[in-house]
C-alpha cells in the first residue's frame, strides 16, 4: 500500500495558519503585555521516525514565538539518550519508546515523561515491490536483502519483538543505527524489504510501498516526551512539550500516521 504525503501536508499547513505570534498580549491595563515564556535556543533531542513532524511543528511554534529559536537534534533514541546522560546540553528528549527515555530518568536527568503518541511497524519495499513482499515471513527469508534497525534502538527492538511473536527468525542483511537509515537503504533500492515505522512510509510518499503487517497491532511503540533536568532553556523547554501535546501537535501527528496514546 503507498501513501501519499499529501495529507501530512495539508494537515500541517492547517497547524502553520492556525499558529499567531504571541510574543505579547494585552493586560488588564493598557500597554502592559504577558511576556512570551518561550524565547532563546530551545534544544531538542528527538527520535529519527519524528524528523519530518517535528520539523514541520518546529516552523509553526517559532511562528508562534517569535523570539524561539527551535534546534533540532534527531538519532537513535539510545544514542541521544546516551548523550544527555553524558552531559549534552539538551533541553527536551523525545524518544521512539519507553527503555531510551529511562535511560535518562534514571539518570536524574529528566523526570514525569509524558508519552504524547504511539508508533507501529510496517514492511517498506521499494516501488512496486519488485521482490514479491507480502508478509514477515519474506523477512525469514535468506535469499532476499533484508534491512532492520540494530535492536539497540527502539524500532529494533520492536521488530525482534514482531519477528519472534509471529514465529519468524529474521534473516537480516544489515542492522542499521536508525530507522531513517533503514528507509534510505529501501528508497536507494539497496534492499528487498525493511522493518519501518509506518509514519516513515507515510513521509517517504511515492519512494517507498508500504505493506501492512496485520501483527505489528500487538507491538506499539509509546513515544514518551520529557525536559531535561537543569536544562539551558527550561521555559522554553516546557513550552515546546506542551505544543507537541496540545491541539495543534496532536493534529500534525495524526496527519503523519502517528496515533494518539
Not at 91 to 103: I, K, L, N
Request: charged share 15%; proline share 8%; net charge negative.
Amino acid at each position: 500500500m503507498n501513501r501519499s504525503r499529501i495529507l501530512l501536508a495539508g494537515a500541517l499547513a492547517v497547524v502553520l495558519t492556525g499558529c499567531t505570534a504571541t510574543d505579547g498580549a494585552e493586560g488588564e491595563g493598557p500597554g502592559t503585555e504577558i511576556p512570551d515564556p518561550a524565547t532563546g535556543t530551545i534544544t531538542v533531542f528527538a527520535a529519527a521516525s519524528l524528523t519530518e513532524v517535528f520539523g514541520a511543528l518546529e516552523t509553526a511554534f517559532e511562528q508562534q514565538h517569535p523570539s524561539a529559536d527551535v534546534v533540532l537534534s534527531f538519532g537513535g533514541s539510545g544514542a541521544l539518550a546516551t548523550q544527555i546522560t553524558e552531559g549534552a546540553p539538551a533541553d527536551v528528549f523525545a524518544a521512539a519508546s519507553g527503555a531510551p527515555m529511562d535511560t535518562v530518568t534514571e539518570a536524574g536527568d529528566a523526570a514525569d515523561p509524558t508519552v504524547f503518541t504511539t508508533n507501529t511497524l510496517e514492511i517498506a519495499v521499494p516501488p512496486g515491490n519488485p521482490a514479491g513482499i507480502t508478509g514477515l515471513a519474506d523477512l525469514a527469508n535468506p535469499d532476499l536483502t533484508i534491512v532492520l534497525c540494530d535492536p539497540s534502538v527502539p524500532c529494533g527492538a520492536a521488530a525482534e519483538t514482531l519477528m519472534h511473536q509471529a514465529g519468524y527468525q529474521p534473516a537480516p542483511d544489515s542492522l542499521e543505527e536508525d530507522v531513517k537509515a533503514v528507509l534510505t537503504k529501501i528508497e536507494l533500492g539497496e534492499a528487498d524489504a525493511g522493518l519501518v515505522y509506518v509514519t516513515d512510509v507515510v513521509a517517504a510518499g511515492d519512494r517507498v510501498d508500504g505493506i501492512v503487517v496485520p501483527e505489528a497491532a500487538d507491538v506499539v511503540n509509546r513515544y514518551p516526551i520529557a525536559v531535561i533536568t537543569g536544562a539551558p532553556n527550561p521555559e522554553g523547554a516546557r513550552a515546546w512539550v506542551d505544543f507537541v501535546l496540545s491541539a495543534e501537535g496532536q493534529a500534525a501527528l495524526a496527519a503523519a500516521g502517528f496515533v494518539a496514546p
